[in-house]
């Protein structure tokens, strides 16, 4: 019932090679975020958007960027992909209010560069 | 800074037991609280949420949890576990204006019969 929609699911790359991993959603949520997710870690914050043209880099490093052309649209672009960029990428997004709404996430992708 | 710590990496309980999941957690007001899970291969799903009101909050899938402000925690429990129950659980805690989320590291549930 993911109304937050990312692809693709399981990527398997080469080093060096650029990537981009889409994330869209249907909800009309002003607010967009990446997290990166290790086993037996925290999720870590790498990138989050207040709405269209706002971008903003999270508490973790990363060499990724983002672009928020669209409000339903929130890629993640990795230039040149190496064997550090492993890992689970979660997007998520949420709704401003007075009740801030909580986040709500897709089904993340899966990184592999070899 | 707030933060969050979950002390039990993997915990391991029979079908029809009872669980209680700790979470504490480390904020200078008052915090949103959230607990969420995750399946294999999938995203995190909401279980339930602590703004302001009732401590005891009661989430989806027979789970509630309790908000207690003197002890800075916001356990999960659910009376009575389910097989499709395993999963890791992640509590949650959200700043004001909910600019940011910080997430504990997760306690991973195996439900054996």
């Known amino acids: 019932e993911a109304d937050i929609y990312q692809t693709p699911r399981y990527l398997v790359i080469g080093t060096g090679k650029k990537i981009t991993l889409e994330c869209s959603q249907t909800?009309?949520?002003?607010?967009m975020y990446w997290y990166q997710q290790d086993p037996g870690m925290e999720l870590h914050l790498i990138h989050y958007?207040?709405?269209?043209?706002?971008?903003e880099k999270g508490d973790l490093s990363s060499e990724s960027t983002v672009s928020r052309i669209r409000t339903e649209h929130f890629p993640l672009t990795l230039e040149s992909a190496r064997p550090s960029h492993t890992s689970q990428y979660l997007c998520a997004s949420s709704l401003t209010g007075v009740n801030n709404s909580p986040l709500h996430f897709g089904n993340g992708t899966r990184l592999t560069v070899t | 800074a707030q933060s969050v710590t979950q002390p039990d990496i993997h915990i391991t309980v029979s079908e029809g037991a009872s669980l209680e999941l700790r979470c504490n957690y480390s904020y200078g007001a008052t915090p949103y609280l959230f607990w969420y899970v995750q399946s294999p291969g999938q995203g995190l799903q909401l279980l339930l949420k602590?703004?302001?009101?009732?401590?005891l909050v009661q989430g989806i899938k027979g789970f509630e949890a309790e908000f207690k402000r003197s002890q800075s925690s916001f356990n999960l429990r659910k009376p009575s576990v389910h097989w499709s129950d395993a999963a890791e659980y992640f509590c949650?805690?959200?700043?004001?204006?909910?600019?940011?989320?910080?997430f504990g590291i997760g306690t991973k549930l195996q439900v054996i019969p």
């Open positions: 602590y703004f302001s009101g009732d401590t």
């Open positions: 958007s207040y709405g269209v043209n706002s971008t």
């Open positions: 909800m009309g949520h002003d607010k």
């Open positions: 949650a805690v959200g700043a004001t204006g909910y600019q940011k989320v910080t």
